[in-house]
C-alpha cells in the first residue's frame, strides 16, 4: 500500500515564527487532506488540496501531484495552532484515507 | 461546522466487559468510519461504512464490530475488552462534493481497558 511520511516529527517554535510542513507519498493518490489534531484531540479539516496551492488566513498548502508531495505553511504562528498537523491520501485502488504519522506543533508564547 | 457526535468521551472498563462505543451525526451523511488512534500516532482505519446495511472491515484488524441500522447512528461494539484495546476511537462520517469529500471527525472516545 501507499506510504506516507511526515517531517519533521517534531517541531518547537516561538509565537510569531513561521514554519513549514512536509508530506511525502510513495503513489499517486486521488486526493491528499491536511488535518489538525488540537490538544484535546479533535480533528479538523484544514485544506482538501490534490493539487496546486490554497490559502486560508495565515495557512495555507502546496501538493505537487506530479513529484508526490505536498506542503503545510504556517505563519505568524500563535499558541492555538499547537497540536498534531497529519497529511491523509486517497488510495486510488479502494479510495481509503491512509494517513501519516504527524508533525507535532508546540508553539511557545 | 460538523454535527457529530461520540458518547462516552472517557470509559475506564475491565477486562472481559462489553461495550459499545456510540457515534451519531446529523448531516445526513451515508459514509461512516471508525478510526483507531494511539496517542500521537497516525489514525488507522479499522471499520467503515457506505449507507445504511452497509459494514466493511478496514486496513487495520480489530476484534470490534459494528452496524448501520439508520443513517446517522454507527455504533462500534467490543464483545470482551481486553488491555490491547486501550486506545483512542474516532468517528468520522463523510459526503460525497464538488470537489471530493472531506470527512468530519467527532470527539473521540478515550479507552482505557485494565
Known amino acids: 500500500g501507499i506510504q506516507v511520511e511526515q517531517s519533521p516529527p517534531d517541531l518547537i517554535l516561538q509565537e510569531g515564527a513561521n514554519s513549514t510542513l512536509r508530506c511525502n507519498f510513495s503513489?499517486?493518490?486521488?486526493?491528499l487532506q491536511w488535518f489538525h489534531q488540537n490538544p484535546w484531540g479533535q480533528l479538523i479539516n484544514l485544506f482538501y488540496i490534490p493539487s496546486g496551492t490554497k490559502q486560508n488566513g495565515r495557512l495555507s498548502a502546496t501538493t505537487v501531484a506530479t513529484e508526490r508531495y505536498s506542503l503545510l505553511y504556517i505563519s505568524s504562528s500563535q499558541t492555538t495552532d499547537s497540536g498534531v498537523y497529519f497529511c491523509a491520501v486517497e488510495q486510488r485502488s479502494n479510495y481509503q484515507l491512509i494517513w501519516g504519522a504527524g508533525t507535532k506543533l508546540i508553539i511557545k508564547p | 461546522e460538523a454535527d457529530i457526535y461520540q458518547t462516552p468521551r472517557y470509559l475506564v472498563i475491565g477486562t472481559g466487559k462489553k461495550i459499545t462505543l456510540e457515534c451519531s451525526q446529523t448531516?445526513?451523511?451515508?459514509?461512516m468510519y471508525w478510526y483507531q488512534q494511539d496517542p500521537g500516532m497516525e489514525l488507522h482505519l479499522i471499520h467503515y461504512?457506505?449507507?445504511?446495511?452497509?459494514?466493511e472491515k478496514g486496513d487495520l484488524s480489530s476484534e470490534s464490530t459494528v452496524s448501520r441500522i439508520r443513517t446517522e447512528h454507527f455504533p462500534l461494539t467490543l464483545e470482551s475488552a481486553r488491555p490491547s484495546h486501550t486506545s483512542q476511537y474516532l468517528c468520522?462520517?463523510?459526503?460525497?462534493?464538488?470537489?471530493?469529500?472531506?470527512?468530519?471527525f467527532g470527539p473521540g472516545t478515550r479507552l482505557l481497558v485494565l
Open positions: 468520522a462520517s463523510s459526503e460525497p462534493t464538488q470537489p471530493r469529500e472531506t470527512q468530519y
Open positions: 461504512s457506505y449507507g445504511v446495511n452497509s459494514t
Open positions: 448531516m445526513g451523511h451515508d459514509k
Open positions: 503513489d499517486s493518490v486521488n486526493n
